[in-house]
């Protein structure tokens, strides 16, 4: 008996299947071509039907239920870290126009530089200040602004150089001697065994003075610019053999991975209108429905999912894959997609990396935000997923060098931060407890979406990549 068309057209469709899941290149890119028109009929026709079913009710539940409480969350988060973005000492905010930004992705090339999006370049000028809080970060390097976008060149760089002086522990700036410690900082200090601590040149005196070392610039930029950072904290003066050093500066700051909203500061007399505030990021547009194609990873100790959506709709690797607010994982980074499939990288995969920021929920610190910076993932746990976490700075703000005893972490709430393409900030993670002390830990996330995967998921795309869709 002959099969019919249809039967026909199933068998080979699920050879396309399995073919993407395990895929042999050649004949899976030449597949795909020739069943490119049936597949886009049906990814466009399914979700008419699929929507109002009872399959899709009990699949989507989980994400459903809690979607509105995750997505308001982590708006208020992200709103709050930029708020906190802004100066908040008098001093510092007298005289000045301040312009906030999205901190994107490092310079190709270029470690310490980063891009940095800005809705409105008006006044921006090569030169100016960019700061976070009452913290230096850097200056902007060069103007983008076809991409509306900057380029900022961050203090932690080898070339870069900033004058500066150290505020005493009672708010002298005078020692002992009745003379100010003056220095030039700039690039890391390799000595110091970890990459975040600001190397130290040419102090003005020998004598140790423990205290805050705040930029102090000459004026070697425009006169308008010359005052902007002046009061700006780097760090700590720290010193690590004795009186006579050598020196380096604790920061305040996660350079490596923890720069989300960045402030650039202008001179008050820049005119500029008021900003409208952007769309949340679950509501800008620029996300595609994707189907479900694989549930489970064919390849032995790696946790991953093939969807079916792939170059021929623009996907790029990175980018974040969710279901409700809930990220699930990005598009694999490491393997090409085919055009209609790409495998996704989930949170329990090895190796995944994101950027995070907390809510954290119990304590004297309870419904504030923190910047964690870079989670890498160890791989899935009885109870949860495994992360690897460098904190840089102290999550109560103390100092790093603070030794307590049976020190309790405390509970937080993780959200997606700033810094890694096709992943927008704010994106529900999940929950864990989080170590005070500074240095390499390891956390166990839980109430994450490990475990459960609904048929139909979202993934971002750039708006250039939305319109080629259409």
């Given at each position: 008996?002959?099969?019919?068309?249809?039967?026909?057209?199933?068998?080979?469709?699920?050879?396309?299947?399995?073919?993407?899941?395990?895929?042999?290149?050649?004949?899976?890119?030449?597949?795909?071509?020739?069943?490119?028109?049936?597949?886009?009929?049906?990814?466009?026709?399914?979700?008419?039907?699929?929507?109002?079913?009872?399959?899709?009710?009990?699949?989507?539940?989980?994400?459903?239920?809690?979607?509105?409480?995750?997505?308001?969350?982590?708006?208020?988060?992200?709103?709050?870290?930029?708020?906190?973005?802004?100066?908040?000492?008098?001093?510092?905010?007298?005289?000045?126009?301040?312009?906030?930004?999205?901190?994107?992705?490092?310079?190709?090339?270029?470690?310490?530089?980063?891009?940095?999006?800005?809705?409105?370049?008006?006044?921006?000028?090569?030169?100016?200040?960019?700061?976070?809080?009452?913290?230096?970060?850097?200056?902007?390097?060069?103007?983008?602004?076809?991409?509306?976008?900057?380029?900022?060149?961050?203090?932690?760089?080898?070339?870069?150089?900033?004058?500066?002086?150290?505020?005493?522990?009672?708010?002298?700036?005078?020692?002992?001697?009745?003379?100010?410690?003056?220095?030039?900082?700039?690039?890391?200090?390799?000595?110091?065994?970890?990459?975040?601590?600001?190397?130290?040149h040419n102090p003005s005196v020998r004598e140790f003075r423990p205290g805050l070392v705040e930029v102090?610039?000459?004026?070697?930029?425009?006169?308008?610019?010359?005052?902007?950072?002046?009061?700006?904290?780097?760090?700590?003066?720290?010193?690590?053999?004795?009186?006579?050093?050598?020196?380096?500066?604790?920061?305040?700051?996660?350079?490596?991975?923890?720069?989300?909203?960045?402030?650039?500061?202008?001179?008050?007399?820049?005119?500029?209108?008021?900003?409208?505030?952007?769309?949340?990021?679950?509501?800008?547009?620029?996300?595609?429905?994707?189907?479900?194609?694989?549930?489970?990873?064919?390849?032995?100790?790696?946790?991953?999912?093939?969807?079916?959506?792939?170059?021929?709709?623009?996907?790029?690797?990175?980018?974040?894959?969710?279901?409700?607010?809930?990220?699930?994982?990005?598009?694999?980074?490491?393997?090409?997609?085919?055009?209609?499939?790409?495998?996704?990288?989930?949170?329990?995969?090895?190796?995944?990396?994101?950027?995070?920021?907390?809510?954290?929920?119990?304590?004297?610190?309870?419904?504030?935000?923190?910047?964690?910076?870079?989670?890498?993932?160890?791989?899935?746990?009885?109870?949860?997923?495994?992360?690897?976490?460098?904190?840089?700075?102290?999550?109560?703000?103390?100092?790093?060098?603070?030794?307590?005893?049976?020190?309790?972490?405390?509970?937080?709430?993780?959200?997606?931060?700033?810094?890694?393409?096709?992943?927008?900030?704010?994106?529900?993670?999940?929950?864990?407890?989080?170590?005070?002390?500074?240095?390499?830990?390891?956390?166990?996330?839980?109430?994450?979406?490990?475990?459960?995967?609904?048929?139909?998921?979202?993934?971002?795309?750039?708006?250039?990549?939305?319109?080629?869709?259409?």
């Open positions: 008996m002959k099969d019919s068309p249809i039967t026909s057209a199933g068998i080979l469709l699920g050879v396309l299947v399995v073919l993407s899941i395990r895929p042999v290149a050649k004949v899976d890119r030449a597949l795909n071509l020739a069943f490119a028109p049936v597949r886009l009929v049906a990814e466009l026709a399914a979700p008419l039907g699929w929507a109002r079913g009872a399959r899709y009710r009990r699949e989507n539940a989980a994400f459903a239920g809690s979607q509105e409480l995750d997505e308001a969350a982590g708006v208020a988060v992200m709103q709050e870290l930029e708020q906190n973005a802004l100066p908040f000492r008098a001093s510092l905010r007298k005289g000045r126009v301040f312009v906030t930004g999205l901190a994107g992705t490092r310079v190709r090339d270029k470690k310490d530089s980063v891009y940095l999006g800005l809705r409105d370049l008006t006044g921006i000028q090569v030169g100016y200040p960019v700061v976070y809080g009452d913290r230096f970060v850097g200056r902007v390097a060069k103007i983008e602004s076809k991409k509306a976008r900057v380029i900022v060149d961050l203090v932690t760089g080898s070339q870069f150089f900033v004058g500066a002086t150290v505020r005493g522990e009672e708010g002298e700036l005078e020692g002992r001697a009745g003379r100010r410690l003056d220095l030039i900082v700039g690039g890391v200090d390799s000595d110091r065994g970890g990459p975040d601590y600001l190397a130290v102090r610039e000459p004026n070697l930029f425009a006169e308008t610019a010359a005052h902007l950072a002046d009061g700006y904290l780097l760090g700590r003066l720290t010193r690590l053999l004795g009186q006579d050093g050598p020196w380096s500066i604790e920061p305040l700051l996660n350079f490596e991975s923890g720069l989300f909203h960045l402030v650039v500061v202008l001179p008050d007399s820049t005119l500029r209108e008021a900003e409208v505030a952007p769309l949340g990021p679950l509501r800008d547009g620029n996300w595609r429905q994707a189907r479900l194609l694989s549930r489970g990873d064919p390849e032995p100790g790696l946790s991953g999912v093939v969807i079916g959506l792939g170059e021929l709709q623009g996907l790029e690797q990175g980018a974040a894959v969710i279901a409700g607010a809930r990220l699930l994982g990005r598009v694999d980074s490491g393997r090409a997609a085919s055009p209609l499939t790409s495998r996704v990288e989930l949170l329990a995969e090895p190796g995944l990396m994101i950027n995070a920021v907390a809510r954290i929920d119990e304590g004297d610190h309870e419904g504030e935000s923190r910047v964690l910076g870079r989670l890498i993932s160890l791989g899935a746990r009885d109870n949860g997923i495994a992360f690897q976490w460098k904190a840089a700075v102290r999550l109560d703000g103390k100092r790093s060098d603070t030794e307590i005893q049976d020190e309790k972490g405390l509970q937080a709430t993780l959200f997606t931060g700033m810094g890694l393409e096709g992943v927008p900030g704010g994106l529900y993670i999940g929950r864990a407890t989080l170590p005070l002390a500074t240095g390499m830990h390891e956390i166990l996330l839980t109430d994450s979406t490990h475990g459960g995967m609904p048929s139909r998921l979202f993934v971002r795309v750039t708006p250039e990549q939305r319109e080629v869709a259409k």
